[in-house]
Each structure stands twice: as C-alpha cells, then as structure tokens.
C-alpha cells in the first residue's frame, strides 16, 4: 500500500516544528483516552506505567520498535482532554512532543507537534511519526496495522524536501 506523507515543518525561534494531523469521528474525550490511558496506548505505541501527571515522570514501552525498548518520559504539561506535552531523551537525542486536541461538532483532530532544535534525520523521523499516527488510527478504527516499510524509505524523499522548503 502506498502512504501519503503529510507532515509540515515550521521554522520557530529555537528551530523547527515538525506538524502532523490525524482527524477522527470521535469526542476529544475518546481520543484524549486513546492518548493517556496505557492499555490503549499499548494498542498503537507502547503501553506506561507510573503515577502520571505534571512534572512526573513516567516508563514507556516502545512496543514497536526494535527491542521494544523502555523508556523514561516527563509530563510537561496536561490539560485533559486539550493538550499533552511530554519530553525524553535517548540515544537518538532529545525528544520535546505536543498532541493538542481540538472537538468541533463530535468530530477531533489531533495536532502532533515534535519541537525540533536541528533538522538532522527527519526524514526518518517524519517517516516514524507518521507510522506512529496510522497505529493510532487503526487502533481506533479497526482497520488493518500499517506495516513500517510502508513509511520508510518511500517517505525519506518527501520529509527531506521540507528541510529545503522550510529554510
């Protein structure tokens, strides 16, 4: 199957942001669940534990990723149902993510924000997060899982020319 990439990249004061949106037939408080609550995490990204909120940090599965590694995440900021931000560091570096719920007439998109400081190795980032973002919709929707190799590389081209558009 071929996927569409649909990512956008934003200069900003500190870099770049890189934007991508998912809709869903679905109240802001169904999307916000599939979006904190670790068993339907665990559906499209990886399951957590830990006493969630504000200035904690919680462990997060990778469940798609090689090893299925375990990671710490911080919660910056949570306004349920709105706004979820949340930052890690890896061996791939620094990590500031922002999923902002927006509900108009029983109808929520998301808003994914990854806050960029450099733009080296988005494309296979931009790749990733769209995987990532059609894990979500498949979870909710019951359609087939995406296969990675959809994504990457047939993305690279595409997330690599947003570099030279973006400046």
């Known amino acids: 199957m071929t996927r569409t990439p649909a990512g956008?990249?934003?200069?900003?004061d500190t870099g770049h942001d890189l934007v991508l949106t998912r809709t869903f037939r679905a109240p802001?408080?169904?999307v916000w669940a599939s979006l904190t609550e670790p068993e339907r995490t665990a559906r499209w990204f990886g399951p957590?534990?830990?006493d969630a909120g504000p200035g904690r940090t919680i462990r997060v599965q990778m469940a798609y990723e090689e090893q299925q590694p375990w990671c710490?995440?911080?919660?910056d900021a949570c306004e349920p149902s709105r706004r979820l931000a949340v930052s890690m560091v890896d061996d791939y570096g620094?990590?500031?993510l922002e999923l902002s719920l927006t509900e108009t007439d029983g109808t929520t998109e998301l808003r994914f924000v990854q806050h960029l400081t450099s733009v080296e190795g988005i494309a296979e980032?931009?790749?990733?997060?769209e995987y990532y973002l059609d894990l979500l919709v498949a979870s909710r929707d019951g359609s087939p899982r995406p296969e990675f190799d959809e994504y990457h590389p047939a993305m690279q081209p595409y997330y690599q020319g947003l570099v030279t558009s973006a400046g």
């Open 8 to 12: 956008r990249l934003f200069r900003t």
């Open 28 to 30: 802001a408080a169904d």
């Open 48 to 50: 957590w534990e830990g």
């Open 72 to 75: 710490e995440m911080r919660i």
């Open 94 to 96: 620094s990590w500031l």
């Open 125 to 129: 980032v931009g790749a990733g997060w």
